[in-house]
């Protein structure tokens, strides 16, 4: 069986240097390898067939047959690094917190330790779909259970 660590060890790599990085990497008893990569500025098509061919490269066939799948994160994918909260900072996302809650509002800040956000205000106009920013609250981030960007047009 193909290691997880060999697998985050080679996309690490080949994306260092670049505003790639690894989110996530998963790996089964049937080889079947999941990469998920994100960016600070997008995830082209080119990037993951990059990534793609570059780990190819570096693992046999003869000595050990795998599938292997190279994708981003994908928008509304919940954030699992400081890199993704931070690289939505301003922008409107939704959080699940530990008791519950759920809201949405814009990300004002994100450390290791917590974020700021703007709890989304009541909307007067029922129609509009922007996130208008409200009270300033800060979770910490052990309480935070799930959080992912809105996509808003």
């Keep these: 069986m193909i ?10 790599g080949f994306l260092a240097g670049t505003d ?3 989110v996530e990497v998963n790996t089964n008893a049937e080889n079947r390898i999941l990469v998920f990569i994100d960016s600070d500025s997008g995830v082209l098509i080119e990037h993951c067939i990059a990534l793609s061919k570059y780990i190819e490269s570096k693992l046999d066939r003869e000595i050990e ?12 994918q919940p954030f699992t690094l400081l890199r993704q ?11 699940k917190l530990s008791d519950g ?4 509002g814009l ?9 700021e956000f703007f709890d989304q205000a ?10 208008e920013p409200g009270e300033l609250i800060t979770f ?6 799930e959080a992912k960007g809105i996509v808003t047009f």
Aim: aromatic letters at 6%; glycine letters at 4%.
């Design 3 to 12: 290691k997880k660590e060999t697998i985050v060890e080679l996309a690490s």
């Design 20 to 22: 790639r990085f690894v």
């Design 65 to 76: 047959d795998y599938e292997l799948n190279v994708s981003s994160s994908g928008v509304g």
């Design 85 to 95: 909260y931070q690289k939505y900072v301003g922008k409107a996302i939704q959080i």
């Design 101 to 104: 809650t759920q809201l949405k």
């Design 107 to 115: 990300l004002k800040s994100a450390t290791e330790t917590q974020i």
């Design 122 to 131: 009541k909307n007067k106009n029922k129609k509009s779909k922007k996130i």
């Design 140 to 145: 910490p981030m052990t309480s935070i259970i």
